[in-house]
């Protein structure tokens, strides 16, 4: 019953490759690793479809303000304060004595 040392060399070999394997599994690069960069990929995905919902509601502002008179007067008296002829202006004080 000799143990041929192919057979040795062979059953060595496959060791090895087993415990590399299950180093490289459990490294920094392994299944930890692509579950982390899976989790960014996620998140960055999410931050971009808010921000593109973002600028196209912006977009549509833009047009709006672009091709509505009445919209543009509403956001000119909005930033500036001021109010037109017809409107009147009730100032309210809400500091309790």
Not at 7 to 32: D, M
Not at 88 to 96: E, G, L, M, N
Request: net charge neutral; glycine share 6%; proline share 3%.
């Amino acid at each position: 019953m000799k143990i041929s040392v192919v057979r040795v060399a062979y059953t060595a070999i496959v060791l090895a490759g087993i415990v590399y394997a299950f180093a490289e599994l459990r490294g920094p690069n392994g299944i930890q690793g692509m579950l982390e960069k899976r989790r960014q990929v996620h998140e960055l995905e999410v931050s971009n479809e808010q921000m593109q919902k973002e600028i196209e509601q912006k977009q549509e502002r833009i047009q709006r303000l672009e091709n509505d008179p009445a919209e543009q007067e509403m956001e000119i008296r909005e930033r500036l304060k001021l109010a037109g002829p017809n409107d009147k202006i009730f100032i309210i004080d809400d500091k309790r004595k």
